[in-house]
């Protein structure tokens, strides 16, 4: 479906989600220099998952998040759920309109967050453990919930969702 005019998904926040378990091609494979993004409509402010590659115990993989306040969040995570890097907004998504989110991610030291195809203020940067410059791999494809951990499932609608295994410029985004 062309554009932003289509909402996909409606997901309830507690057990609605889209998964592709095992994915191979792009999806199996990114780990360093990515861009992930989304078009989302929260309906109520509650941590929540746009979309994630995850392992179930959450050590490997990348994500794109909101938080409770709004913020938005991209990060990875390698070899241990407490070796994590992570970078959110300082200003909160609206609720119940659609906005275009995307981040992008080159080798953990540079990072961009757009909403509607304007970079946006990073206002967060957290890092636990081994700062990690790639994401690592395995897990499920998730759309509405944190990959294949079966947590921090969404409340609003997303469509839209795609990941390149590249860093996409702002004109391109």
């Known amino acids: ?10 997901f309830n926040g507690s057990s609605h989600y889209f998964t592709k378990t095992s994915p191979s091609g792009t999806l199996g494979t990114v780990t360093n220099n990515f861009t992930i993004e989304a078009v989302v409509q929260p309906t109520s402010y509650a941590d929540g998952t746009f979309a994630a590659r995850m ?3 959450g050590n490997n ?9 709004g913020q938005v969040f991209m990060g990875v995570r390698n070899a241990g759920s407490a070796n994590y890097r992570m970078y959110g907004t300082y200003q909160s998504l609206p609720l119940n309109k659609k906005t275009h989110v995307a981040a992008t991610w080159q080798g953990g030291t540079a990072y961009t967050i757009y909403f509607d195809g304007v970079s946006v203020p990073i206002g967060a940067a957290v890092t636990g453990g081994t700062a990690p410059t790639t994401a690592g791999t395995g897990g499920d494809f998730s759309i509405g919930r944190f990959g294949g951990s079966a947590s921090l499932y969404f409340a609003g609608y997303i469509s839209n969702v795609a990941v390149f295994d590249a860093v996409l410029s702002a ?3």
């Open 1 to 10: 479906v062309a554009g932003n005019g289509y909402m996909g998904g409606a």
């Open 55 to 57: 392992d179930s115990a």
């Open 61 to 69: 993989g990348l994500l794109l998040y909101m938080t409770a306040t």
């Open 171 to 173: 004109a391109t985004i």
